[in-house]
């Protein structure tokens, strides 16, 4: 053997000058050396960690700022948009800036009832009405009621619209309910055209409110005397809200009626003749507060002269006949009243609204007959401008049919005029 040697520092074994490893005992000879690596390699490595996370939070901020978002909340919610910020808010009363996500209203139990649901949007700066110019930024807008589906009588809603009775209103949903109605929830839903949603919700709750039936049999009503002695009574024995009706016998009432203290519902009848309870002077409606009164079946015949009946307050009459007077119906104030299937004959105005309110209370005038009036329908002024609709109406032998003196907008394309 040539060269030099060395010796394992491990077993003592010879082994030549350059081997790093022990044939003998299999143990290394030269120790491991740790290699720097260079600090312009480690300077990349950061700057590519860096770039990472960069282009995650990028990523991660693209995604929120193109996902659409979806708002969901009784009564109010607040919406950001590049535009400003804005108040959405939905409410059964005309005041903008309260919100009202539940609402408990008293019905009698058989009552038909309709309330509006409106939609106000206000500017969170400046306060300012902004629903015009939000409007132009929804695709859709859309309500419906959610409740049981067993319920005794479902309540409805009407799709949202602008409606002229609440013009600072961005739209409105009118809800029909009766005192029978479960409990519901109303739920608007508005689209945006960025792909954001908006759910405005509001939770409706119907209370039984008791009712009070006053029979002839029981009370004297014989005599328009007997009646209106019965009515003051009544207005101090049963107080609001209770609903108050009084089915009447058929006999004819000589004098005249005032309801002032609280609304009265009245119901004709018929004796066996076939004739019906009359009033032959002027029955007034006048009460401050309350729920609207009722006239059921009942005739009003007159002597030229005077009106039939008179409503400054909610009053809607249906199956009556107004015959012979100066004005059949005048409703006048600030209030809404109503005439359903009823015959005005004979009068110098059969029905006569001057009324400069803001309250609706049902748009319909169906399936009346006019027949020789001087002027049967006298539109001095209306509470709103939605459309009255005069669909099954006769009109016959009338001087005029319609004064439209407030150009109230109408729907008698399927009123009948001859």
């Known amino acids: 053997m040539s ?3 060395s010796v394992c520092p491990h077993c003592g074994a010879c082994l030549p000058a350059e081997a790093s490893f022990c044939p003998h005992c299999a143990r290394m000879i030269r120790a491991r050396q740790t290699v ?4 312009h390699l480690w300077r990349k490595a950061l700057k590519w960690v860096a770039g990472a996370v960069i282009l995650t939070a990028l990523g991660v901020g693209l995604y929120l700022g193109f996902t659409p978002s979806t708002y969901d909340a009784y009564g109010e919610v607040t919406y950001t948009d590049a ?4 108040q959405l808010l ?3 009363q005309n005041e903008r800036f309260t919100p009202q996500p539940e609402i408990t209203e008293q019905a009698e139990l058989d009552g038909e009832y309709r309330m509006p649901s409106r939609l106000f949007i206000n500017h969170v700066g400046t306060g300012a009405n902004a629903g015009m110019m939000f409007m132009q930024k929804v695709d859709t807008v859309c309500a419906e009621i959610c409740q049981p589906e067993e319920s005794a009588s479902p309540m409805v809603c009407s799709q949202p619209e602008y409606r002229d009775f609440s013009p600072e209103a961005a739209r409105v949903s009118l809800v029909d309910y009766t005192g029978r109605s479960d409990p519901a929830e109303l739920v608007w839903t508005l689209k945006m055209e960025n792909g954001d949603t908006i759910r405005l919700r509001q939770k409706i709750r119907v209370e039984q409110i008791k009712t009070y039936d006053y029979y002839p049999e029981d009370c004297a009503m014989g005599t328009a005397e007997d009646l209106q002695t019965l009515v003051d009574r009544i207005t ?3 107080p609001l809200p209770a609903v108050v009706n009084l089915p009447l016998p058929a006999v004819t009432y000589a004098g005249g ?8 519902n009245l119901y004709g009848s018929a004796d066996a003749e076939g004739n019906r309870t009359t009033f032959t002077d002027t029955v007034r409606v006048a009460p401050q507060d309350g729920p609207i009164s009722y006239f059921y079946d009942l005739n009003f015949t007159g002597d030229g002269a005077g009106v039939g009946v008179s409503a400054s307050a909610r009053f809607w009459a249906e199956d009556c006949t107004f015959t012979n007077w100066k004005t059949g119906v005048l409703g006048y104030g600030d ?4 005439v359903i ?5 004979d009068n110098g105005t059969g029905f006569h609204f001057n009324s400069s309110g803001i309250y609706v209370t049902h748009t319909m005038f169906n399936d009346n007959i006019f027949l020789d009036n001087d002027t049967a329908v006298l539109l001095e002024a209306v509470p709103s401008d939605e459309p009255l609709n005069f669909q099954g109406c006769r009109f016959t032998g009338n001087g005029v049919d319609i004064d439209n003196r407030c150009g109230q907008p109408m729907e008698i394309s399927q009123a009948i005029f001859e």
């Open 3 to 5: 060269g030099k040697q």
């Open 36 to 39: 720097d690596i260079p600090s």
């Open 83 to 86: 535009d400003g910020t804005y």
């Open 90 to 92: 939905l409410t059964f």
């Open 236 to 238: 101090q024995e049963v």
């Open 257 to 264: 009626l005032t309801i002032k203290g609280r609304p009265v």
């Open 335 to 338: 209030v809404w009243v109503n």
């Open 341 to 345: 299937g009823c015959q005005f004959a």
